[in-house]
């Protein structure tokens, strides 16, 4: 078991374009926030759940207790998930997996955590999926000290944005190119019509 990184299952978001939680979508009889816990523990690492307070019910029925983290209020949006996620295990890095990248492939997650164990000596402060100018914040690896500095920011209210995106260029990022093969595996469902493409394409 790797001791200095966690892995973390996004499902605290509202889905308020979908109309419905995510998490709780299924694809062959198991919930999308189940597919991401298992992809992700396919490797070796704690893997822990994020949602928000009213999802703490329905999650207590496919996860223990101690695999719910249930969002603080730091911020706003996935930051707030992650910082939370930070602020209880502060010297871990976090493996973040949002669950509604229905499709990715445990190779393709096997790959981001490969390309972290081999650069970890380059001080990046995080590595994240590039999908040709796509950044894709939810689907990487952030390291603990830059997790460190923007939670100092986002408690002296000193940050500007709350998105990720933003978030990101306060860091040195490694950005891991997508196949085309891999493209068509990272696509994020957030609205009911996104679904009814997706079984049109089957």
Known sequence: MEENIIGVVMAGGLSSRM????????????????NAFSKL???PMEIIVSINEAQKHPYA????????IVDKK???GPLNGILTVHSLAPSKDLFLLACDVRDISSELVNKIYTTYLSNLSEDYDFFILKNDRQEEPLIGIYLSDFLKR???????????????KYVLSFGRGFFISLDENEKTTIKNYN??????????LQ
Do not use: C, Y
């Open 191 to 200: 609205t009911p019509e996104d679904l009814e493409t997706s079984f049109t």
């Open 19 to 34: 109309g419905q939680d995510k998490g709780l979508l299924k694809t062959n009889g198991r919930t999308w926030a189940e």
């Open 150 to 164: 923007i939670m100092f920011m986002a408690e002296k209210k000193v940050l500007a944005k709350n998105s990720l």
């Open 74 to 76: 730091i911020t706003e």
């Open 41 to 43: 523990n396919q490797l």
């Open 61 to 68: 029925s496919l996860f223990h207790p101690e695999q719910l």
